[in-house]
Structures are given as C-alpha cells and as structure tokens.
C-alpha cells in the first residue's frame, strides 16, 4: 500500500498550490483520505479529509474558505488546492487513509505518505 504525496514548493504569500494524492496497491473505497501538516516545533495538524465513497468533505479551521480537497476516482488521486497561502501555511503537508469515522485524528490513520514541504515565503 502507497501514499505518493507531490506538488509541494515554494509559493509567495496570496499565491496557491495543488497537492496530490496518488494512491495505489489497495482499494480505497471504504476510506477517508487525509491531509496533515507539521510545522517545525510544532504539533501536527488536521488540514482536510474526504471520504472516497461518497465525496463527504472535512475541514479544520484553518483550511476553511482558502482550501478545498476533492478525489478524482479514476486515477486513485486526492488533491488539495490551496488558495490565498500564508506563511504560516508552511510546514510538511502528508496525505493519509483510514477506515475511522473520526478523520480529524491523525492517530486512527493506518496509511501515510512520504510528505511533501510546502513553503510560503516572499
């Protein structure tokens, strides 16, 4: 089972990113897909979830109005679009896959990716 996040950068304050997704060697059907974050020197952070049947979507606080998960079923691929970024939206952003109904809690995730550094810098 493979979580391959990508689409990390360097972008400058008020510009956007796209992150992907792309799973493979199992069926996600049954999952929510994730996205995380870890600044240095802090905690991990919930960012967005989506539940692959379905399409149900999730949102911490900090994601709410400037980012928007969606999955594109045929090609096995959550994206995140990351729109007016602050440079405290720097960090590691990792995607990961759980059967929990409870997607905010990174803890019941059972798959994760490699991640991918996000970098919101002028």
């Known amino acids: 089972v493979q979580l391959q996040a990508s689409g990390g950068g360097l972008v400058q304050p008020g510009g956007s990113l796209r992150l992907s997704c792309a799973a493979s060697?199992?069926?996600?059907?049954?999952?929510?897909v994730g996205w995380f974050r870890q600044a240095p020197g802090k905690e991990r952070e919930f960012v967005a979830a989506?539940?692959?049947?379905?399409?149900?979507?999730f949102y911490g606080d900090s994601a709410k109005g400037r980012f928007t998960i969606s999955r594109d079923n045929a090609k096995s691929t959550v994206f995140l679009q990351m729109n007016s970024l602050k440079p405290e939206d720097t960090a590691v952003y990792y995607c990961?896959?759980?059967?929990?109904?409870?997607?905010?809690?990174?803890?019941?995730?059972?798959?994760w990716g490699q991640g991918t550094l996000v970098t919101v810098s002028s």
């Open positions: 989506i539940r692959w049947s379905g399409g149900d979507t």
């Open positions: 060697g199992h069926t996600f059907s049954d999952h929510a």
């Open positions: 990961a896959a759980t059967l929990s109904d409870y997607v905010v809690r990174g803890d019941l995730y059972d798959y």
